[in-house]
């Protein structure tokens, strides 16, 4: 009877012991993961975007974006990257990607390079994640240190990407609420929302808001921004998220929600009276603060761990091996 209680509490240990380590090997990133086994993986990476963002400085915005549109669904895993396929129903249509999000052709570019003196070895996730990174410090935003270890899934969720992606109607309690399921919090979510300081967004995104002549925008923001936003039609022409600076990564995206210059409705819920207005208006007065605040939580947005069955290393990105 003892012998037969004394093995079941062992075999439950290494259970648990098992269950743990399990645990912690997914979780487990860290930023020296290739330096033994494609040590110049980096820098061929860096390269890559540098080329990348030099021809079209607008790819860094579209960057930083798309590894923020994976993290969202499945975690941090390339599964945005996946075209349609017999096993796989793209997130590359969902509402939120379908005509909007880009780069892809970047991160393939840069695959290839990597796959070129590594065969096999560093993932599409990471990629994306390295190229977020080195996007936004091309173009003047902060660098930080990026965990690396994700590995690409083998399967993609169009469903989630058209229910987890925060969509520019949303007000300020659900997106706070969004970010809160995938472990951000507010402050989070007001930093990284600091994005849009980069960045092009289209007529159907912001029509609805200056049009409606309310109380929350400029009045002559609104009237430079319906020039090339007609009532109807021209849905895809685009204007700058961020109309002073468009094409440096700074703090001028708070100072104009706090000139109702915001151009999405989503930009400027986050200041118009509610809980977030507190967190803009301390990142208008100061970039630095900012700036740290948006590398600590792109470093918490890349560690949302992917979900599903186990990953692998894709060879290229838009592919299951
Ligand atoms: C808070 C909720 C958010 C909403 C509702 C939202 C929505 C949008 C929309 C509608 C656009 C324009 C897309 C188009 O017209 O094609 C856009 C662009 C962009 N978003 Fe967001 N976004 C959010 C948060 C974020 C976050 C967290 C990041 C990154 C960490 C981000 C990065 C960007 C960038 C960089 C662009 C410009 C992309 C380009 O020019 O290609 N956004 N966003």
Redesign the pocket.
Known sequence: MNYYKNSCAAIAAILLLLLVASMSCSAQLSSSFYDNTCPNALSTIRTSIRRAVSRER????????L???DC?VQGCDASILLEDAPSIVSERNAG?NR?????YEVIDAAKSEVERICPGVVSCADILAVA?RDASAAVGGPSWTVKLGRKDSTTASLTIAESD??????GVDR?IS??ASKGLNARD?VA???????????????RERIYNNGSDIDAGFASTRRRRCPTSGQN?N?AA?DLVTPNSFDNNYFKNLIQKKGL?P??QV?FSGGSTDNIVSEYSRNPSTFKSD?AS??VK?GDIPHTGQDGIIRRICSAIN
């Open positions: 607008r790819m860094a915005a579209s960057l930083i974006r590894h923020f549109h969202f939120p005509g909007s999000v880009r780069g977020a992606l925060p969509s520019f109607t949303d997106l969004r970010f979510m990284l929302s600091g994005s849009h300081t980069i960045g092009q967004a289209q007529c159907f995104t912001f895809d685009l998220l999405l989503s930009d986050l948006f939580a792109m947005m």
